[in-house]
């Protein structure tokens, strides 16, 4: 008898908590403005989300071979096209309009986004990220063209903006595979 009453109280609370959720989910209370930043709770549950989808979804894929230099310069064109305005580049700022959006695009150089899988660059990029301003490109580049952007975004952190600059321009093509494009920079800026 004592177990059948915990059981109800559990279930009772449990229906209360359901019942309030759902009258301020439906009071309009809840701030859905892009220039506020999301409160705590928002942000983690989104990033919870994020996480457990992309190990879930990402965890067997893989890139069909070694990226070359110019499959690398290929990428950095294409990321110069779509992702330069929003991620900004070495030696370039986002556009300003990438400031507005909650969450701000990160810096693709960074060490947290490096750390993803080239599987999950590769998903990102053809998926896009609900709750993000990130779109889903797979409309847009085929697989060896996002496989490229991936191949780019490993070399992102080590290439100088001369470097960069040089690739956009298509000048970082070179068919001996040397060059700013895969390579380490000899020296410093």
Not at 103 to 121: A, I, K, M, W
Not at 122 to 143: C, H, K, Q
Request: charge should be negative.
């Amino acid at each position: 008898m004592k177990v059948l009453r915990v059981a109800i109280c559990v279930l009772a609370t449990l229906a209360l908590v359901a019942l309030a959720a759902w009258a301020y989910l439906h009071s309009g209370r809840f701030d859905i403005r892009a220039d506020q930043r999301p409160g705590g709770l928002e942000q983690w549950i989104v990033s919870t989300l994020r996480d457990r989808s992309l190990a879930r979804q990402t965890g067997d894929i893989t890139p069909p071979e070694p990226f070359d230099a110019p499959t690398v310069a290929r990428g950095a064109l294409i990321y110069a096209d779509a992702c330069e305005l929003c991620h900004g580049g070495p030696g370039r700022q986002a556009e300003p309009f990438a400031y507005g959006l909650h969450p701000v695009p990160p810096s693709l150089d960074s060490p947290v986004v490096q750390d993803g899988t080239d599987g999950e660059f590769f998903w990102v990029i053809g998926n896009g990220l609900r709750f993000t301003g990130m779109p889903a490109f797979s409309g847009l580049y085929d697989e060896e063209d996002r496989w490229a952007l991936v191949a780019f975004l490993r070399r992102l952190p080590e290439l100088l903006p001369a470097d960069y600059a040089q690739l956009i321009s298509g000048a970082g093509v070179d068919p001996s595979g040397e060059g700013p494009y895969g390579d380490p920079p000899a020296s410093g800026p």
